[in-house]
């Protein structure tokens, strides 16, 4: 069986995250890492393989980004993927959800080619832009089920079923590979990098694939062909500093009563 | 006037009331169409709801074919309508569902896609909050037609009374859109509570609370309000995944939110840090939740929290 696991390069959300003077997210200026809720996608990827001991399963962690994402690849690596495969290339920055399916559908597709994919797995969302579209339009452009947003994942032969906790509903959702598999935080907590998985990391295969290696012309993606514009990104100001009251000898019920009076909310 | 679509989020007929918030959004772009895809029975229905709300029209689309599978044929709807009435754009509830059929919708049509957003104005400029809600965006759609899904308590509906003609559509579902199968489907049981998303107030309870949720439901009933957790007390299965707020859970805006045993993590502002007004209680005065609040109590919530809901009984009489 063949995995691809789709793996995005974010700014750390625990740092300080900013925009470019186009209005383009700053991916170069600031810590980045593996968005943490693909690391779930890379986890039930493994457990995967390890449950289906017996069958040959290569897993490949597939990013889109710039040269610095190659870190999010190699975690993928480190937590246990068998191949990396990088897609850089100048002319996708500032790409929109549009450009970064089709780019993430052609480098499946030639992965494809050399050996047939069973299942592209996603993460629920990546944590900078948090649009969730994604595996969707992955499903589209590939003509692949989706099977997305699974908090608990089987597999048995070439059938996957998910649960898919909506709104309104908690659905079993099912289909046959090869298809769009995303998975939520639910999934269960990822792994971290042992030792020996950072040492093998090194050896393991990785590509670093450019547009034309893919079959994109550079015209199709980037900022300037987007088919949405940023106009404005502005900080929120900093909310101001309200009062604090230490609770002592049980006034801190008073208190905070007094001031949701204040404010008519009772 | 061109149309403006609208995919009616509904259970049974009923109609959500984000459903209505597009409406509204919808009438400052154009003429605004509601797309029905259920029973024709329940689309006639709804259809006068969805009329005083501001739908002109109301595509009714049988859903015998769409049914049972996820997300895809309902994207096939959606873009023979497109095809078919030119819209001056679509706009749909950002959930789950409503994001994987704009996604889909965006490819088909060749169109760009913004989600979440928080208000549409009349030129289709729309405004989100990105990176945890320390950033505001503005952005547009350049290409195609411009697809949007807009976060529940964007607006205001606005009863309006249009006319809510309804047109039966029959669409074509491809084989290939019924691949992914809804092989089971369990309601979600109704908490008694007001909406999560919805609410005007929320009380939550985090790690902090132990796994006792008793004094935190006890202050939400008091004051009419939701009950939301943190992942922590998802993950530590004393409250369900529905619950939570924050980055992987719910976003929510309401007029007063109470954060209780929460230490402010960035996921979980990203849920809850464009409420009006946060209180919190939280026994570590170095919590992080402190710099997000209107007014704060360190304290232990086990005894702040029950001594305040009998202040708030008392002056509610
Ligand atoms: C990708 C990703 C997505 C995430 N998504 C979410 C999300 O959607 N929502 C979310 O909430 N988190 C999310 N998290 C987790 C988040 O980072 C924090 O771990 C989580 O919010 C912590 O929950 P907490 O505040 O309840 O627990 P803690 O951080 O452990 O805080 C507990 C607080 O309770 C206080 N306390 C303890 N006892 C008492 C007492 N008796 N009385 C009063 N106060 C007390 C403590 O002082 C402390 O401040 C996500 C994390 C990641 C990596
Ligand atoms: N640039 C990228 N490279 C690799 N995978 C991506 C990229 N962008 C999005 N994805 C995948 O798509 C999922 C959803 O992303 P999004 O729709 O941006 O929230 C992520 O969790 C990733 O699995």
């Known amino acids: ?266 | 006037m061109s149309e403006v679509l609208v995919l009616v989020d509904h259970v049974d007929g009923a109609v959500s009331k984000p459903t209505l918030e597009l409406l509204t959004l919808a009438g400052r772009l154009g003429e605004p169409s509601a797309v029905f895809i259920g029973p024709s029975g329940q689309g006639a229905e709804a259809a006068k709801k969805l009329g005083e709300y501001g739908a002109a029209k109301v595509y009714v689309v049988d859903d015998t074919e769409v049914k049972g599978y996820l997300v895809a044929p309902k994207a096939e709807v959606l873009a023979q309508l497109v095809e078919k009435t030119s819209p001056a754009g679509v706009l749909l509830v950002s959930s789950y569902e409503g994001k994987e059929i704009a996604g889909r919708l965006a490819i088909k049509t060749g169109s760009g896609l913004i989600t979440d957003a928080v208000d549409v104005a009349d030129d289709g400029t729309t405004t989100q909050a990105v990176f945890a809600g320390n950033y505001t965006v503005q952005a547009k759609v350049t290409h195609g037609t411009p697809i949007v899904t807009v976060k529940p308590n964007s607006a205001a509906p606005e009863a309006v009374g249009a006319a809510g003609a309804v047109e039966e559509f029959a669409a074509t579902i491809s084989d290939s859109a019924k691949k992914a199968q809804i092989v089971a489907s369990q309601p979600r049981q109704a908490s008694g509570r007001p909406e999560l998303t919805e609410a005007a107030i929320v009380v939550s309870g985090g790690r902090g609370t132990g796994g006792d949720f008793a004094p935190v439901e006890g202050l939400a009933d008091a004051l009419g309000a939701a009950v939301g957790a943190s992942r922590a007390a998802v993950d530590s299965g004393w409250m369900p995944h529905s619950f939570q707020v924050g980055q992987t859970g719910k976003t929510v805006s309401p007029q007063l939110y109470v954060a209780n045993g929460i230490s402010g993590a960035i996921q979980h502002r990203a849920g809850m840090q464009t409420s009006k007004t946060i209180v919190a209680v939280n026994k570590d005065e170095e919590a992080p939740i402190f710099e997000l609040v209107d007014f704060g109590v360190v304290g232990d919530l086990h005894a702040v929290l029950p001594a305040l809901t009998e202040k708030v009984k008392e002056r509610k009489g």
């Open chain 1, 1 to 266: 069986m063949n995995i691809v696991v789709c793996v995005k390069y974010v700014p750390d959300a625990t740092a300080d995250r900013q925009f470019e003077s186009d209005n383009t997210v700053d991916r170069v200026g600031v810590d980045g890492l593996l968005s943490e809720l693909d690391e779930y996608a890379v986890e039930q990827a493994l457990q995967i393989k390890e449950k289906r001991s017996d069958e040959d399963i290569t897993i490949t962690a597939l990013c889109v980004g710039p040269e610095k994402a190659v870190d999010a690849v190699r975690k993928a690596l480190q937590m246990g993927a068998d191949k990396g495969v990088h897609v850089s290339d100048d002319a996708i920055a500032g790409s929109d959800y549009g450009a970064t399916s089709l780019v993430l559908a052609k480098a499946v597709q030639k992965i494809d080619a050399e050996e047939k994919v069973d299942l592209v797995m996603c993460g629920m969302a990546s944590t900078d832009g948090s649009g969730s579209v994604v595996p969707a339009m992955l499903a589209e452009r590939l003509d692949y089920p989706q099977v997305t947003f699974g908090s608990k994942i089987e597999t048995q032969g070439d059938q996957v079923r998910i649960q898919r906790d909506g709104d309104v509903a908690t659905e079993i959702i099912g289909g046959s590979m090869p298809l769009v598999l995303s998975v939520t935080d639910q999934t269960g907590e990822a792994r971290y990098p042992s030792f020996k998985g950072i040492m093998a990391a090194k050896k393991k295969p990785m590509e670093t694939w450019s547009l034309a290696d893919i079959g994109v012309d550079a015209g199709e993606v980037g900022l300037s062909v987007a088919w949405t514009t940023v106009e404005a990104a502005t900080a929120r100001p900093p909310r101001e500093a309200g009062e604090v009251h230490t609770d002592e000898d049980g006034s801190g019920a008073g208190a905070l009563a007094d001031f949701l009076a204040s404010k008519k909310f009772i």
